[in-house]
């Protein structure tokens, strides 16, 4: 009986630790401005830009394929831009994602008259100052 209690623990420790870890399933972006956002990998745009006033939310395994060659490491950098459907689009800063563990830095910039900040693992917001 103890073996079998030792077993189950010894599952659920490594059950625990392996979603401790694991990647987010989403790339999350919230974009409460009155335009439209992106981001850029590499000069290229992603083919989900986040609408006006709403929430995308894209595979993380598509952020992965995006960033396919242009990692360092496990770090993808994106340039996050904003208006990206206009002629005059506004770049708001960069941003580098950990593609293990959905991590992404700096927490928090502001430029251009818009403000990025991380909420969580594979989660961000952009508000208008």
Same mark, same amino acid.
């Given at each position: 009986? *103890? ?8 599952? &659920?420790?490594?059950?625990? $630790?392996?979603? $401790?870890?694991a990647?987010?399933? /989403?790339?999350?972006? !919230?974009?409460?401005?009155?335009? @439209?956002s992106?981001? /850029?990998?590499?000069?290229v745009?992603? $083919? ?12 993380w395994?598509?952020?992965?394929? &995006?960033c /396919?060659? !242009? ?11 904003? $208006?990206?459907?206009?002629a *005059?689009?506004? @770049?708001?800063? @960069?941003v !580098? ?8 830095n ?7 008259? /818009? ?8 989660? &961000? ?5």
């Open positions: 009986m *103890n073996l079998i209690f030792k077993g189950f623990s010894a599952v &659920a420790l490594s059950l625990s $630790a392996v979603t $401790a870890f990647s987010p399933v /989403y790339l999350i972006t !919230h974009n409460n401005t009155p335009v @439209e992106n981001a /850029y990998i590499a000069g745009p992603s $083919a989900y830009p986040t609408p006006a006033n709403s929430t995308q939310k894209v595979y395994n598509l952020v992965k394929l &995006a /396919y060659g !242009h990692t360092t490491g496990k770090q993808c950098s994106a340039i996050i831009k904003m $208006a990206t459907n206009t *005059n689009p506004v @770049e708001v800063g @960069e !580098h994602m950990d593609l293990d563990t959905g991590d992404i700096p927490k928090y910039f502001s430029k251009n008259g /818009y403000t990025f900040f991380v909420n969580g693992l594979g989660e &961000a917001t952009i508000v208008k100052n």
